[in-house]
């Protein structure tokens, strides 16, 4: 049997999806290490050219932000420790006290106001147990009404390098039961990518929840180096 749990980063990114393009981008890195840092990330420029609007609280795309606590910007885009149905939200996300950085990190924090999100990275590839959910991207061109019925959850994914897309030399394939699906999302492309060349890249990944025909209707929990 497979255990999973949950690994741990001091990292998160912030994405910025464009909503011309849908291509998500890392707009920015949030770090808890004692205190809490912002900066932006080294494309923010290229960024700002699509149309990315910096954030209020940090206008300088130069500076690392330091505070003792939580900025008080990223801390509005969750619940507060004094909602009513907190202990609701913490068992949704598997949390057995408040803590607004794991909050942050395990909800991603995405509100209906903007194109923002947080995501936890993966940093590295000799743990075991890596484990992380998300959405296939590229749903919505790769889903037909004919398959639907095939794409069920707890559905295995296939996962496949395609070196030859023209977008991203790091693009990865998804499949489930031999159909093309999506793509694994740009901000963990790159680092899967490098996995997947390794020797014995084990990993599972399974369909977890089902939307219906949509933008983002399949989302997936993915383990690497998962211990039988």
Known sequence: MIQIKNI???????????PQSRKRHIVGI?????????????????CQKEGFDLLVSFPNVNKKYVSDKLFP?????????????????????????YDAFELLKRSGAKTSLDTLEFVDPILNLKEK??????YIAGTRHCCKKENEEKLKVGSNVILESEANNKFDANAIKMK?????V?????????????????KDNKYICIVIDKLGVCEECLKVKLVLNPIQ
């Not at 507060?80 to 609701?88: A, K, L, M, P, Q």
């Not at 489930?176 to 093309?180: E, G, K, P, S």
Request: charged fraction near 35%; avoid cysteine; charge should be positive.
């Open 8 to 18: 741990k980063s001091d990292y998160l990114y912030l994405i910025w999806k464009n």
């Open 30 to 46: 949030l770090k808890k290490n004692g205190k809490y840092e912002f900066e932006y990330s080294k494309d923010i420029k290229q």
């Open 73 to 97: 910007e990223f801390l509005s885009r969750i619940p507060g420790s004094t909602r009513i149905d907190i202990d609701e939200i913490l068992k949704k996300y598997k949390l057995e006290n």
């Open 129 to 134: 147990n890596i484990t992380r959910e998300f």
């Open 176 to 180: 489930i039961n031999d159909i093309f």
């Open 182 to 198: 999506g793509y694994v999302p740009r901000y963990y492309s790159e680092i899967i990518s490098k996995y997947l060349k390794q």
